[in-house]
DNA sequence: CTCCTATCCTGCGAGC
DNA sequence: TGCTCGCAGGATAGGA
């Protein structure tokens, strides 16, 4: 079976790697059919008479802004967020899986399966020369320029919540989510407790550059995954096991080797980090 | 305005 | 073996 993205928690990398897998699909004529919904909705309702708009269009690129992508055509794009559980695969005949809830029929003969137990993806319609109010206050992207020390510092006044939750905010940055905020704040060792307004100049050009070193490396390794993925293996996990602290706790820290890892909840999210590396 | 809680949903693993 | 419970986390509405 060829499965693009059947990781979990999808966040920015993983993202960017489904949409090299889709673009990698796509030939110099690949078109929608139609588009099939096995279910009304996901946690929004599905644009039907959208969908059918899109009945016959030439789908000319896959794109990808924050953790959404857009199935880019010439009749107006389709916006997909994979929420948690969330994975595009093409399903042949008899590979149909319960929680398939969109098929994309192609003018190939191949389907495209949008498949998500949990529903908390989202998927919706753009038309032609026109933006999408899920767009409309995302901050930057990470991996781009205009995520840099002076735009998070901006963005960090008089914020007094926890740093860690703040580079999880999407209008801040986009694309971080809670798996990378730990490693990135431990990377750049700040404390995720710490108060946004308190980071200083020097921590935040450290932290802007550890978020961007982490996103980076691990688009890096899911882009050498991606032949795997595409050659049947499914499922590949999240590129896993190479994370410094996310999921260690009670472990060795792998910096200092001298203090165990810690989790606690920030804003009901397990976070982890280092009490010596990240005072 | 900022901050934080609850909510959506299913699968899975721990504990009994 | 089978049950319950808690946890997993992206995004957002709404309350404090």
Request: glycine share 8%.
């Amino acid at each position: 079976m060829f499965f693009i993205g059947g990781m979990t928690m999808p966040e920015l990398p993983e993202v960017e790697i489904v949409r090299q897998g889709l673009e990698s699909l796509l030939t110099d004529n690949t078109k929608i059919l139609k588009i099939e919904c096995l279910r009304a909705n996901l946690r929004e309702e599905f644009p039907l008479k959208d969908f059918k708009k899109l009945c016959g269009a030439k789908i000319i690129k896959i794109e990808r802004r924050a953790k959404y992508l857009i199935f880019v055509t010439d009749k107006g794009s389709l916006l997909s967020h994979l929420g948690m559980t969330g994975t595009w695969r093409i399903v042949l005949k008899d590979q149909e899986l319960k929680h398939d809830h969109v098929y994309i029929h192609l003018n190939d003969g191949r389907r495209l399966a949008y498949r998500d137990p949990r529903r908390f993806g989202y998927l919706g319609f753009i038309p032609l020369n026109k933006s999408h109010v899920k767009f409309a206050s995302l901050g930057p992207e990470p991996l781009s320029e205009d995520f840099n020390e002076i735009q998070l510092l901006k963005a960090l006044i008089n914020k007094k919540a926890a740093i860690k939750s703040l580079i999880m905010d999407q209008r801040i940055v986009v694309g971080v989510g809670n798996i990378y905020a730990s490693e990135a704040l431990f990377a750049a060792k700040i404390n995720p407790f710490q108060s946004g307004q308190d980071l200083e100049k020097k921590a935040a050009i450290k932290l802007v550059k550890e978020i961007k070193k982490v996103l980076k490396k691990s688009i890096d390794k899911g882009g050498s995954t991606i032949s795997d993925f595409a050659s049947a293996k499914g499922d590949k996990g999240y590129f896993q096991n190479s994370f410094k602290v996310y999921g260690r706790q009670g472990e060795l820290c792998m910096l200092c080797s001298k203090n165990l890892i810690k989790k606690a909840l920030i804003l009901g999210r397990s976070s982890f980090w280092c009490p010596g590396c990240q005072k």
